[in-house]
């Protein structure tokens, strides 16, 4: 079974180009996750974001130096996501330059304390299945936000630490532009946000991409604050931008489309917020919540609010856990019994392990993946009828996964199918 169509169709967001935004200001798009943007002066060039490998930012400089071959003098992080910072050595080429970030930015690539205890290996796991990494090309479709294939020597390889941190909305003139940097917080605390106010042109960061926005990514993020990057929106649209150039996907064009889609934007998140907060108030609990949220016509019909990255329902249930915590208001919930032991008890009534394995087999075999996964969880965490029941959920999964437009969801579906393969 092919993927989702909508979600090939997505690819073209990734075709790979150096986009002529202004005279003088460039935007690399598809080479890597992330987009690398160049603001071209008379002795130097500023660059914004420096993308998530060495290797990439290798290919995109080779490209860019067709069109300018003067240093790189500055580099600005609009945040600290890895793929955003991974690249600026190649761009330095060995000299000192400057390199600016937000007060407040914070990386996983520095300042990490050792002696604490942190869930690396689970994050690092996570990771690997959200991003599809040792997935093949035709199994990766791409990444909702960025391509599929792109180059992964060198990631995290080429980070330098910034030497000069922006605390406010601070004017700067480098290499004959003009610029305003602003602190506007998103999907990252440390977001900055650059305006070059001549051309009216705005880089964005991840504060806005051709996909629903990713309030939550199943890699595992700490609470990203909706309310806030709701906020963003109306800091964005202030500017009254012409030209958007955001961290991922394509530049958008003109002032009356960026402004409906900064709009749309802000709007479908506090949707999510007020539809989830209804839910809550009502003693709903966060699944179910989320599998009755779906944005209204006007907005669920926008080519860029489509779940290619971003997921309502993981939204939603992110914005519970984030503001009530883990617990979802039934007692029950407080002294659940571990999966091994519920899942005994589960078998038992439901007439043995065979009897469930044939449920899971029926399920599957009727379109209704989801509960043969549910059904096989259980005979695998009771170690009954183990190796079929893998089986089927690997089935399962691969079904899920070719039937879904959430680039996300379809790698780590995939990833965890080919997991439980090599168990044999």
């Known amino acids: 079974m092919p993927a989702h169509p909508d979600l090939t169709a997505q690819n073209a967001q990734f075709m790979k180009k150096i986009h002529k935004l202004a005279d003088n200001v ?21 660059v914004i974001d420096t993308t998530e490998t060495t290797q990439a930012a290798t290919n995109i400089l080779t490209d860019f130096r067709e069109i300018s071959d003067l240093p790189v003098n500055t580099i600005i992080y609009t945040h600290s996501h890895r793929d955003h910072i991974s690249g600026a050595a190649v761009f330095a080429e060995g000299r000192d330059v400057e390199i600016i970030a937000a007060d407040n930015f914070s990386s996983d690539l520095v300042g990490l304390d050792e002696t604490r205890p942190a869930p690396n290996a689970a994050l690092m ?5 959200q991003f599809g990494i040792t997935l093949n090309d035709n199994e990766r479709v791409n990444l909702g ?22 605390s406010k909305t601070t004017k700067l003139a480098r290499e004959g532009f003009e610029l305003e940097l602003a602190k506007a917080p998103g999907e990252t605390p440390d977001h900055l946000i650059v305006w070059w106010a001549a051309e009216r042109i705005l ?22 604050d909706f309310d806030t990057w709701a906020d963003a929106m109306d800091q964005l649209m202030a500017y009254a931008p012409e030209i958007l150039a955001p961290g991922h996907t394509q530049p958008v064009f003109g002032a009356e489309v960026i402004k409906t889609a900064l709009t749309d934007y802000r709007d479908a998140i506090r949707f999510v917020v007020s539809e989830t907060v209804k839910g809550m108030n009502a003693g709903l609990d966060p699944i179910t919540i989320a599998a009755a949220l779906k944005l209204p016509e006007e907005l669920a019909q926008k080519p860029y609010l489509q779940e290619f990255y971003g997921h309502i329902g993981y939204a939603s249930q992110a914005y519970f856990a984030g503001t009530l915590g883990w617990f979802d208001g039934n007692p029950t919930s407080l002294g659940r019994l571990p999966a091994a032991q519920e899942a005994e008890r589960f078998i038992a009534l439901a007439g043995g392990p065979d009897a469930v394995l044939d ?24 170690e009954k009828n183990v190796k079929p029941a893998r089986a089927i959920k690997i089935n399962a999964l691969r079904t899920v996964a070719d039937a879904t437009i959430n680039a996300p969801t379809r790698n780590y579906y995939l990833l965890s199918a080919r997991e439980l393969e090599e168990l044999g």
């Open 203 to 224: 880089f964005s960061g991840d504060n806005f991409y051709h996909a629903f926005p990713n309030l939550y990514a199943i890699r595992g993020t700490p609470y990203r």
């Open 145 to 166: 936000l960025g391509p599929g294939d792109r180059p992964m020597k060198g990631m995290g390889a080429g980070y330098i630490e910034p030497t000069l941190r922006v």
């Open 125 to 129: 796991a996570r990771t690997k299945r």
């Open 359 to 382: 449920a899971a087999q029926s399920a599957l075999e009727n379109t209704d993946a989801q509960w043969a996964m549910e059904l096989c969880d259980r005979l695998i965490a009771a």
């Open 26 to 46: 460039y935007s690399a798009v598809g080479y890597a996750a992330s987009n690398v943007h160049f603001l071209v002066g008379e002795t130097g060039v500023v």
